[in-house]
Every structure is written in structure tokens, then in C-alpha cells.
T-cell receptor, first 115, second 113 residues
Framework: AQKVTQAQTEISVVEKEDVTLDCVYE???????LFWYKQPPSGELVFLIR??????QNEISGRYSWNFQKSTSSFNFTITASQVVDSAVYFC????????????FGKGTKLSVKP | DGGITQSPKYLFRKEGQNVTLSCEQN?????MYWYRQDPGQGLRLIYY???????QKGDIAEGYSVSREKKESFPLTVTSAQKNPTAFYLC????????????FGPGTRLTVT
């Protein structure tokens, strides 16, 4: 069965600290896609990244970076030099290639960045 | 601007009443989705549609109904049969069966008393 686990319910850091949000997934499919979304207090989910199961290259986008490791079924997200505006709930999600787009979400990690 | 609109932002209803949540997209996406979010929880799929006049049940479809008469629109009706309708409802659309990224609307917060 497919499942996404975000073990960290809440994380609190001080501005400029680096922070890593963990994501562990389970799937039997060999083709799948992983996503990270940000949900600020306004409620709308904002897409951050999509990764397919055949591309294990790490990705960096400004202060954001993602580490995808199939060996440990993990897709972790690191924010470098965090800022107050990074405060949000972050969701990791999985969709299997054979599905019809049924995104399976983790329960989210609430990140609070304090000035 | 291209995007997804949901209205209203906040909705209040009395128990026993059906209520319809609106979702419109102008991204020309084929696929549309409805999710429910409860406090401290991830999103759970209610219904999805890959094409006009066709839709499928998600994980928690009981007590909900949808229609897809136009590509741009995917309204969700929360019926009186839904036991715990109070929640945050998010609509999304995507380009290809949901394997591309899904884009989300701003959500509707429904409160039933």
C-alpha cells in the first residue's frame, strides 16, 4: 500500500538556521512521483517540487534543496538560512504512475521560524 | 490571470442542509480534484475527474457528490448524509492525470452547526 510519513509534526527554529523536513514513503510501484507543497496560513497549497522515481539527482532552488534517496525511500527537504516567511505547513506527497493522479499526502510538518 | 477559484472562502450551514462548493479553473487542465483537510491532517481525496462528464470516487466519497459538465468547472455538493462535514475543502487541477503537479485553489472553509 502507498503511504507517506512525515514524522516531524512541528519544528521551531530561529531565523537563519538551516532546517530539514523529513519525508519517508512507501510504494510497490516502480514508477512514481514525489511532491512537496507549502501551505501558508492563508490555506492555499503552493507547489514546490516534483520528482520522478527515475531521477535521484538532488535539486537546489535558491535556499531550498531536496535530497531523494530510493535506498531509504526518503525525499527530504532542506531550507537553508530560514526566514520568517518560510513559516508554513509543508506537505510531502506521492502519486503512483499507474494511478489516476490520486495524490497521497503525509500529515504535514508545521515549521515556525522565529525572528 | 490563470488559476483556480473557489467560492466562497467561508461557508456556514445548518445541519441537514446540502451545500455546493464552487471550483473553476482557467488553466485548460483536463483533470480536477477535490480534497478535504481536517486540523492536523493531510489532505484526503474525495472525488476526481479526468475528463468532462466522467468522475471517480476517491478515498472518502461517502456523503459527497460532484458533476463535471464543463472542463472549467467541478462543483462539490456536501450532502446531509456526510456525518462530519465541517472541514477545509480544497480543489485542484492538473495537466496530465495528476502525474504532473496539481495546482490548488484557495479553499473553502465549511462550518456546519
Amino acid at each position: 500500500a502507498q503511504k507517506v510519513t512525515q514524522a516531524q509534526t512541528e519544528i521551531s527554529v530561529v531565523e537563519k538556521e538551516d532546517v530539514t523536513l523529513d519525508c519517508v514513503y512507501e510504494t510497490r510501484d516502480t514508477t512514481y512521483y514525489l511532491f512537496w507543497y507549502k501551505q501558508p496560513p492563508s490555506g492555499e497549497l503552493v507547489f514546490l517540487i516534483r520528482r520522478n522515481s527515475f531521477d535521484e539527482q538532488n535539486e537546489i532552488s535558491g535556499r531550498y534543496s531536496w535530497n531523494f534517496q530510493k535506498s531509504t525511500s526518503s525525499f527530504n527537504f532542506t531550507i537553508t538560512a530560514s526566514q520568517v516567511v518560510d513559516s508554513a505547513v509543508y506537505f510531502c506527497a506521492l502519486v503512483e504512475g499507474g494511478s489516476q493522479g490520486n495524490l497521497i499526502f503525509g500529515k504535514g510538518t508545521k515549521l515556525s521560524v522565529k525572528p | 490571470d490563470g488559476g483556480i477559484t473557489q467560492s466562497p472562502k467561508y461557508l456556514f450551514r445548518k445541519e441537514g442542509q446540502n451545500v455546493t462548493l464552487s471550483c473553476e479553473q482557467n488553466l485548460n487542465h483536463d483533470a480536477m480534484y477535490w480534497y478535504r483537510q481536517d486540523p492536523g491532517q493531510g489532505l484526503r481525496l474525495i472525488y476526481y475527474s479526468q475528463i468532462v462528464n466522467d468522475f471517480q470516487k476517491g478515498d472518502i466519497a461517502e456523503g459527497y457528490s460532484v458533476s463535471r459538465e464543463k472542463k472549467e468547472s467541478f462543483p462539490l455538493t456536501v450532502t446531509s448524509a456526510q456525518k462530519n462535514p465541517t472541514a477545509f475543502y480544497l480543489c485542484a487541477s492538473s495537466n496530465y492525470r495528476g502525474l504532473d503537479e496539481q495546482y490548488f485553489g484557495p479553499g473553502t472553509r465549511l462550518t456546519v452547526t
